[in-house]
């Protein structure tokens, strides 16, 4: 086999590239060219050769692709298809396709020269697209199906427990009892909306700095009551800690999700450590570290590499959403901090978050609020809503501290 090709095996070699190829020489103009070439860039036959290859790259590229050829050309190496890729191609009629390029060098009976190989990548870009619409839309539909059940279920309780109060018109203990439950079933439906604002990021943010150790203890009693017996909730909070810049609000979400899946972990009971404690990491840099372990079925290693993805969840329909994990990496994140899951089946899991520590001392618990009991008064109120039954609420409260309160729904309708 001779070492160098001459024009004859170039040209037969050209021919049975099954993609748009040329040979370009030390000059960069096109000294061979397959028609699939030809198709592709929309030239007649023979028009590309002595043409710059810049001529191929739309006019905002040439320049930087002048130098890299430059560079190329002195120390050639094969590099596959997809390598330089997507590349912005330009056809003869200005049109701009994106394209994978390949190219290698090869010695030629009149010297070195650089082989081209181009695909056009239009349709795999296009079919990629459509995929990742089709799994937005899928995930879309997924997590739509999972809020309005749980809303349905959360409404369902609170219309059944209107009609119940309805007829005890009476028997003020029993009104008293389904208003309790009432604002249960509420509460139930504003912490979902919260998950919902905090994995959309529209939560209005409210950073502080708190003393993690403390910020968990105040959480004991939520804590407990959501365990229920069998779950044996061990605290170690370490006083040292240290000080970390959170919004409380996203701190207690955090906690809840983490310990009501260690909860589910452990469908038969079982400890539950939740930890916290000082770490320097090895530049020095100094983390305020939570940790909660628990003692259950663990995970899989397909569970753990999913287990961040916003709807994963292995649990049935109504226990889980699949989005305690993505919501606690969100907020975590948003914090500087990260996460890391230690877990192995059967062997329990801990999930640990290092947080940046904070120097600054603690903001204090609750800036001044005005005791809302004392709140009275006789001077005019405008209320302005765009809730109907925000405004009825409002103006009936006032009215009630003596205000003279007139109620409007909208902005249009407070400036009329
Ligand atoms: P959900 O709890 O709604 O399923 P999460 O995002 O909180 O969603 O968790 C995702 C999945 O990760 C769970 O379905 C479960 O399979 C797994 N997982 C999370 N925490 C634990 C844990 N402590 N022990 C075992 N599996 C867990
Ligand atoms: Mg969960």
Do not use: W
């Not at 990496?329 to 059967?346: F, K």
């Amino acid at each position: 086999m001779s070492e160098r090709l001459d024009d004859a095996l170039l040209g037969a070699l050209l021919a049975a590239v099954p993609d748009a190829a040329f040979v370009s020489d030390s000059d960069g103009r096109i000294a061979a060219v397959n028609a699939l070439a030809e198709a592709l860039f929309g030239y007649g036959r023979g028009e590309m050769i002595g043409l710059p290859v810049e001529a191929l790259i739309p006019d905002r590229l040439r320049g930087s692709h002048g130098q890299a050829r430059g560079g190329y050309a002195k120390a050639p190496t094969a590099r596959p298809m997809g390598a330089l890729s997507p590349l912005p191609a330009l056809l003869k009629n200005g049109e701009e396709i994106l394209v994978d390029v390949s190219l290698g060098p090869v010695p030629t009976t009149r010297g070195a020269r650089i082989l081209c190989v181009v695909r056009d990548a239009t349709e795999r870009r296009r079919q990629e697209q459509r995929l990742c619409q089709a799994q937005k839309m899928e995930a879309l539909g997924r997590f739509s199906g999972g809020i309005a059940h749980d809303f349905n279920n959360i409404l369902s309780a609170i219309l059944g427990l209107c009609d119940l109060i309805d007829g005890e018109s009476g028997d003020a203990a029993a009104v008293s009892r389904d208003v309790a439950d009432l604002r249960a079933a509420a509460t139930r439906a504003a912490e979902l909306t919260r998950s919902l604002l905090a994995l959309s990021r529209r939560q209005v943010l409210n950073f502080r700095v708190v003393d993690l150790s403390g910020e968990l203890m105040s959480l004991e009693r939520p804590l407990r009551r959501m365990l229920g017996e069998r779950v044996e909730l061990i605290l170690h909070a370490d006083p040292d800690a240290g000080r970390i810049k959170i919004d409380p609000s996203q701190f207690e979400q955090i906690v809840l999700n983490l310990v009501s899946n260690a909860r589910d972990a452990m469908p038969e009971g079982g400890p539950l450590t939740v930890a916290t404690r000082a770490e320097t990491g090895p530049e020095g840099s100094k983390y305020a570290v939570l940790s909660v372990t628990d003692a259950g079925t663990g995970m899989s290693a397909e569970t753990l590499a999913r287990l961040y993805e916003p709807f994963f969840s292995t649990k049935p329909r109504e226990r889980g959403t699949g989005l305690g994990m993505s919501i606690v990496h969100g907020i975590v994140s948003q914090c500087g901090g990260t996460v890391q899951a230690d877990s192995r089946p059967g062997r329990g899991t801990t999930i640990t978050l290092r947080f940046p520590r904070a120097e600054e001392p603690a903001t204090s618990a609750h800036p001044e609020s005005p005791p809302c009991a004392e709140l009275s008064g006789r001077e005019s109120v405008l209320v302005v809503d765009d809730e109907p039954g925000i405004v009825k609420l409002l103006t009936r409260v006032l009215s009630g501290r003596g205000y003279a309160v007139a109620g409007a729904v909208g902005a249009e309708a407070a400036i009329a």
